[in-house]
């Protein structure tokens, strides 16, 4: 993965701010449009939607995060009990393609020269165990989805695997009847799976713009007593420390001209009530003195018509 830059984000991290989004369960009828310029352009090249990058994780169903084939290796020393598994997968779901290995170091060696969504593997094998083989994958694949799907149940093998960082554990059972359980587990770990790796994708590529534009980028709840999100560049205009901002979510106001605190106010007041808003007025720089700004926000609304969040941007202008 790219490095984010050190430029961080001070007050709120992405990760945090999506996820106070989330857990809110705030879903927004409209998505949250954040108006940014580029540093090596002086123009704002597009308007970004922020639910284009946490769409995949936030939006969408878990199923719809499986790929249309779901490659499996399934690691077990009996290879009539490896083939009916794949057979009976493939019936449960025709997007299972199982490839079948006998023990550990045949395992490790498919898994290299292949590409896996899911590893399934028994326990108790000759040489080395499936603890064995997951805690050597994990040295290299932290987050892959990994089941032990094993016929040696117990309470000691489940701690293990949980210590070793399994996914799943799944007991081998008699009967036809194991297959359509294993088969959900397996779609299962591998959906949300792919639903961590895009919100995690979406958290770089958002950092990475935010970070990357001389805009400030904001969200308020819809009341302006919470913080949810600021990139570093309110640092750069209003001179003041974030932290402060997130201290007290309404200090931004310290900084505006006192002629225009009012139509600032007013502002704030019509995006509360779900009206959109651009306006024009100077900040004083504690040391730079006062800079012109013009701020475009936006109401963002729950399903119900009720403002939860506010967002927007602000960005130097001359005058």
């Known amino acids: ?8 984000i001070r007050t709120c991290s992405v990760h945090a701010f999506l996820a106070k989004v989330h857990l809110k ?6 998505p949250d449009t954040f108006s940014f310029q580029s540093p ?3 123009q704002c090249i597009r308007t970004h939607t922020l639910r284009d990058y946490i769409g995949p994780a936030t939006c969408r169903c878990i199923m719809d995060s499986l790929p249309p084939e779901i490659r499996v290796l399934h690691v077990d020393d009996e290879p009539s009990l490896a083939e009916l598994t794949a057979t009976f997968l493939h019936r449960e779901d025709d997007r299972f393609a199982v490839e079948s290995a006998t023990n550990v170091t ?9 590409d896996f969504h899911c590893i399934v593997s028994d326990y108790d094998m000759p040489g080395q165990t499936g603890i064995d083989f997951l805690t050597t994958l994990r040295e290299t694949h932290p987050r892959i989805p990994f089941i032990l799907y094993t016929g040696k149940g117990s309470e ?3 701690s293990e695997a949980i210590s070793a960082g399994v996914t799943d554990y799944l ?7 194991q297959y359509a359980i294993l088969a959900n587990r397996i779609k299962n770990v591998v959906a949300s799976y792919n639903a961590q790796e895009s919100t995690r994708k979406a958290e770089q590529c958002f950092s990475e713009l935010a970070e990357n534009s001389d805009d400030i980028l904001f969200s308020f709840t819809a009341d302006w007593r919470e913080l949810l999100f600021i990139n570093s560049s309110f640092e750069d205009l209003w001179g003041v420390p974030a932290e402060a901002l997130e201290k007290n979510p309404e200090m931004f106001l310290d900084q505006i001209h006192e002629n225009d605190r009012e139509k600032a106010r007013e502002s704030m007041h019509k995006l509360s ?3 959109p808003d651009e306006i024009e007025y100077r900040v004083i720089h504690p040391e730079r003195g006062l800079r012109w700004v013009r701020g475009q926000s936006k109401p963002i609304f729950d399903d119900d018509g009720a403002v939860v969040r506010i967002v927007g941007s602000v ?3 001359a005058h």
Do not use: C, W, Y
Not at 25 to 30: A, D, G, H, P, V
Not at 106 to 114: I, T, V
């Open 171 to 177: 007991q081998k059972e008699i009967g036809t009847s």
């Open 273 to 275: 009530n779900g009206e």
């Open 40 to 42: 090596s352009h002086s």
């Open 315 to 317: 960005q130097e202008v």
């Open 156 to 158: 000691d093998v489940a």
């Open 25 to 30: 369960n705030r879903t927004s009828t409209e």
């Open 1 to 8: 993965m790219t490095e984010i830059p050190k430029r961080s």
């Open 106 to 114: 045949e395992g490790l060696e498919k898994f290299a020269a292949g």
